[in-house]
């Protein structure tokens, strides 16, 4: 396998365990400096420069994206994608975990258990806010900070108020967060590759430090995960687009809450801690899945004029509830279930013989009107048509 893996940091633990074990496996690899690229637009086909020149083939693509360049690493990663070029981690899975916002907001969809959390922008809203996240003290967070920085602890409203203000005043953009008492200043970092967790520790603040980053001063210890939080950390990873991450948690008292998805997760700390070779893992699953380049299924089959990729609830009342897939009468309509979410479940292709249930969530591919057609109309309020003013046309006070 040929392996490129985009780093400005070449002298970086991480960046060199990678290089390391890619060689030591017998793999071709070279480490490229994000910044050196150029998006060649020009030719027949999607093309990159880099320092100038055509690059080369390669099999694989590893990103190691920092927060300052996102905008222009995930074009260069999405190049790459364009040229079928395999990457663990999406142009897309990488935009969404960066921004924690939309991070929330997506995790959320799929019932993914959080912190309480809420976003406003006007001064009026943010007490109202902090009340729905269950009042102070709460965690106050930049929406692209990083290595904990950027994560305020507000211990009482009014601070909380004045924080969020000032934040405001210079433009920036924050989440109000629930403080979860319960984890007292631990949690745990899960490193998800593929469909599994390969490491896992848990990691505690130090002193009166509530952040439990190793960066901020927090210690480490290797943790043995149970199945609800291992599948908690690779469910958060797969929905954000993520085949490498790291899935920080609190342990709350009603189970796992997923604080952040992390798509360049450092390794020096859980490969320490846990005296796993976490980086070889991560190359031995690019490895397994260079000949199977991930693409972004909606964009290739909606060219087919026609026909498109949608999901389909099972309301309470359908007529297919009890069916199997197979009598449900879907294949006659040209449509093919290709995933089954059930609750917390995923059912790959399912079976023709499994039953419907209510608020059963179809992923299909087929006919889009047909699909259209299967999505009860939303119930709208019709605005009454007003009669012309005498006046149509005038000077508004």
């Known amino acids: 396998m040929k392996l490129a893996i985009l780093s400005r940091a070449p002298r970086a633990y991480s960046t060199q365990r990678l290089r390391t074990a890619a060689l030591d496996r017998g793999h071709q690899v070279r480490v490229l400096n994000t910044l050196r690229f150029a998006i060649d637009l020009s030719g027949p086909e999607p093309d990159l420069q880099f320092r100038g020149r055509p690059i080369s083939d390669y099999d694989a693509v590893l990103p190691r994206i920092g927060n300052s360049i996102t905008y222009f690493g995930t074009a260069v990663v999405r190049q790459f994608e364009q040229m079928d070029v395999y990457t663990p981690n999406t142009a897309n899975g990488i935009s969404n975990a960066r921004d924690k916002l ?36 709460v965690v106050i967070k930049l929406l692209e900070g990083t290595q904990g920085i950027g994560v305020i602890l507000a211990p009482d409203i009014k601070i909380a108020e004045a924080i969020i203000e000032t934040l405001h005043s210079t433009k920036q953009n924050v989440l109000i967060q629930s403080f979860v008492t319960e984890s007292r200043g631990r949690d745990i970092r899960a490193l998800v590759v593929g469909d599994r967790v390969v490491a896992a520790m848990r990691r505690r603040a130090s002193g009166d430090e509530f952040r439990s980053n190793v960066h901020r001063g927090g210690t480490v210890e290797a943790v043995e995960l149970t199945p609800e939080y291992e599948q908690a950390a690779v469910r958060s990873a797969q929905i954000m687009g993520l085949r490498v991450a790291g899935v920080d948690m609190l342990e709350g008292n009603d189970g796992p809450l997923v604080m952040e998805v992390n798509s360049s997760p450092g390794l020096e700390g859980i490969e320490t801690a846990t005296n796993l070779d976490v980086a070889g893992a991560i190359i031995d699953h690019i490895a397994g899945q260079v000949a199977f380049p991930e693409i972004d299924v909606r964009q290739r089959l909606t060219v087919s004029t026609g026909y498109g990729v949608a999901e389909l609830v099972v309301h309470a009342g359908a007529d297919i509830i009890g069916k199997t897939i197979g009598d449900s009468g879907l294949e006659e309509r040209d449509l093919q279930v290709l995933t089954l979410h059930r609750g917390t479940s995923v059912i790959p292709n399912p079976r023709r013989r499994v039953v419907l249930e209510a608020e059963d969530r179809l992923l299909c591919f087929g006919r889009l009107e047909e699909m259209r057609s299967m999505i009860p109309e939303r119930r709208r309020r019709r605005a009454k048509v007003r009669k012309l003013p005498s006046d149509p046309i005038h000077t508004v006070a």
Not at 112 to 127: K, L, S
């Open 102 to 137: 939309r991070a929330a907001q997506i995790l959320s969809r799929h019932q993914i258990g959080m912190p309480a959390t809420t976003f406003v922008r006007n001064r009026a809203d943010v007490m109202p806010a902090i009340e729905r996240v269950g009042g102070a003290p």
